[in-house]
Every structure is written in structure tokens, then in C-alpha cells.
């Protein structure tokens, strides 16, 4: 029998990427089809990211990954961290700078959905319709009334936060005939909502307060039990920021002794983690970090990662660098 000759394998002109977070199938598929992709969270094995380190030139990561100094050192070759999500709190920037990686995000295509799901929350929280839903589904119809809910058109809403985000809230609550205030690190040119300087001073001001500013550093327990106290008895509270905006401890306290009447929250400081207390209240509204969850919008957002890796491995400028 004549030897076959022996099998020559070409090594793959591929870019190689590691896949840091979790990320819809049909990103991981269009990844598949231009990069060779490890995907470190589908690896039990501890040693796996140093082993293909020397080769990665791109790490996708999420809204939620944590992409330290230290992680990005294990990384010689490489070269940009793309994020799956608006927020890249998670990244160490700065030290991305000094090594000369860049850092890209995924910005406005999920405004409207983060903002659609904020008022969501207020109006599920304030309307009860969690509460409402089960009422029906367990037969109460016809049995006892359902309590009085509270009216959200009218009411005085406070924004944390007047970015992309809290501006499309803003424009919402509009809608709903809402008077609307905010605060931000400084005040917005341009801008006729009531600024105050301080959440707690907003908080004093409104009937609900929605959270959407960034996270990171500056903004950790932003939302602490004196602010949560100014917003008051009839307060309620959203948050669709950032988990660590909000003091979670003080907020369970606020919700226990009803020092507020309630909150709706997509986010949480240790997610998938949610407080026992919180999951056992019946005036809150929980959601799993979901706000950008629509299919139209995470195709968007999967399009814009593909996008900058794709620019950057062509040597073209990238669509979306973070500031
Ligand atoms: C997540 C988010 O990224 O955009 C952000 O900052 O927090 C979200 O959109 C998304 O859940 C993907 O993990």
C-alpha cells in the first residue's frame, strides 16, 4: 500500500480572539466564521487563557465582564477589548491606554430599549402589575378588590444621570406628562429641567427616581440611605444602571421599613446575585439585566462588536472607541 503523503496544515490567517463573556449564539457564530474564538467561559481548564494568551488579538467582552490590568498582562499580543453593551465600567481603561489596546462599546442602538424598560419598571412598580397579573392568574378576580395603585402620568420624576440614556427617559416621561429634574455632575447646557447638585437634593424634589448614570468608581453607592430617605415614603425608586450606583444594603432597608414604597430594578452590585430580602418583597419589581434584551437590539449591538474588530483587524478607523 502506497504512504499518503503527509497531511501539510497551513496555520489559520485567522485573527484569534478570546471570548470573555457570555454573548448571543448568533454573535458566537459570526465570530466563528471570521476569528478563531476561545471562549475562556466554556473552558473549566484554569490554565486555558495563558495557554492561547501569546496568540489573542482581541478580547470581546459584556456590559457586566471585569477586564482588570492584571487580566489584560496575561494578554501580551493583544490588541483591542470590544464590549458587548454601552456601559464598560468593568474595564480598566486606562491601563488598555498605556499598552496601547483600544477599547470599543456599543452605544445608542440600546438607548431606547434601556429607556423603554426604565419606564417599564416605574410603571410596572407603581401600577403593581406583577401584583395585578398574579391576582388574576390565582382567581382573586371577583373575590377581593385589588388595592389602589399609583398614578405615574403627572408625577414629578427625578433623573440620576442625563446622558444618551437618561435623556431618551426624559423624553419618555414627557409623554406621560411627567415634571422632570435631574442630576448629573454638572449642569447640561441647553437643558430646562431643574438640575440639582446632588441625588439626595433630586431626591427631595420627586415622587420616583430613575438611576441611569454610569457606573465605575465615581458613581458607587451614589444612591445611599440619606437619599433614599429624602425620596420618602411614597417614593419609588428604578434603577437600570448600574448595580453599585445604588447602596443595596440601604435600599433592602428602605424597601423593609418602607422608608420607600418601592423599586424596580433590571441591576443588581453582584449579579446573577440577587439579596434574598429583595426577591422576598412584594414592592419590588425585578428583572434579570435585561433592559437591552430585544432581539432587534442585541442583533444591533452584536453587529456594532463585529464591526470594530473588523475595522480594526482591516487597519480602518473604529466605529465606536469609548471616549
Ligand atoms: C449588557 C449593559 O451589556 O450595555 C450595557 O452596559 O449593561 C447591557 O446592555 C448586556 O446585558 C450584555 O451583557
Known amino acids: 500500500m502506497q504512504d499518503r503523503p503527509p497531511l501539510v496544515t497551513t496555520p489559520s490567517m ?4 478570546l471570548l470573555a463573556a457570555k454573548v448571543p449564539p448568533f454573535l458566537v457564530e459570526a465570530l466563528a466564521q471570521r476569528y478563531i474564538v476561545h471562549d475562556m467561559l466554556a473552558q473549566p481548564d484554569p490554565g486555558f487563557v495563558d495557554r492561547v494568551a501569546p496568540q489573542v488579538r482581541a478580547v470581546v467582552a459584556n456590559g457586566e465582564s471585569t477586564i482588570t490590568a492584571d487580566f489584560l498582562a496575561r494578554l501580551p499580543a493583544v490588541e483591542l477589548v470590544s464590549v458587548f453593551g454601552v456601559g464598560y465600567d468593568g474595564v480598566d481603561v486606562q491601563a488598555a491606554r498605556q499598552r496601547g489596546i ?12 434601556v429607556a423603554d424598560m426604565a419606564m417599564a419598571l416605574l410603571l410596572a412598580v407603581a401600577r403593581k402589575v406583577p401584583q395585578a397579573d398574579r391576582y388574576v392568574r390565582d382567581g382573586q378576580w371577583g373575590r377581593a378588590a385589588f388595592p389602589f395603585t399609583r398614578k405615574v402620568s403627572g408625577a414629578r420624576l427625578g433623573i440620576v444621570g442625563l446622558g444618551r440614556i437618561g435623556s431618551a427617559i426624559a423624553q419618555r416621561a414627557r409623554g406621560f406628562g411627567m415634571h422632570i429634574a435631574y442630576t448629573a455632575r454638572s449642569r447640561k447646557d441647553g437643558i430646562d429641567y431643574p438640575y440639582y447638585p446632588t441625588p439626595r437634593d433630586l431626591a427631595e424634589q420627586v415622587d420616583m427616581l430613575i438611576v441611569s448614570t454610569v457606573g465605575g468608581p465615581a458613581t458607587h453607592g451614589l444612591i445611599d440611605a440619606e437619599t433614599l430617605r429624602a425620596l420618602g415614603p411614597q417614593g419609588i425608586l428604578v434603577n437600570i444602571a448600574r448595580g453599585t450606583v445604588v447602596d443595596e444594603d440601604a435600599l433592602v432597608e428602605a424597601l423593609a421599613t418602607k422608608a420607600i414604597a418601592g ?10 446575585r440577587v439579596p434574598a430580602a429583595l426577591a422576598s418583597m412584594d414592592n419590588v419589581v425585578l428583572t434579570p439585566h435585561m433592559a437591552s434584551g430585544t432581539l432587534e437590539t442585541r442583533t444591533a449591538m452584536a453587529n456594532l462588536v ?11 478607523p473604529l466605529p465606536t472607541p469609548v471616549p
Not at 14 to 17: F, H, L, R, W
Not at 264 to 271: I, K, P, Q, R, T
Not at 306 to 316: E, K, Q, S, V
Open 306 to 316: 463585529l464591526d470594530n474588530l473588523d475595522a480594526h483587524f482591516a487597519g480602518r
Open 14 to 17: 485567522k485573527p484569534q480572539i
Open 263 to 272: 423599586a424596580g430594578l433590571d441591576v443588581f452590585a453582584s449579579e446573577p
Open 102 to 113: 483600544q477599547v470599543t462599546n456599543t452605544p445608542d442602538v440600546l438607548t431606547d430599549d
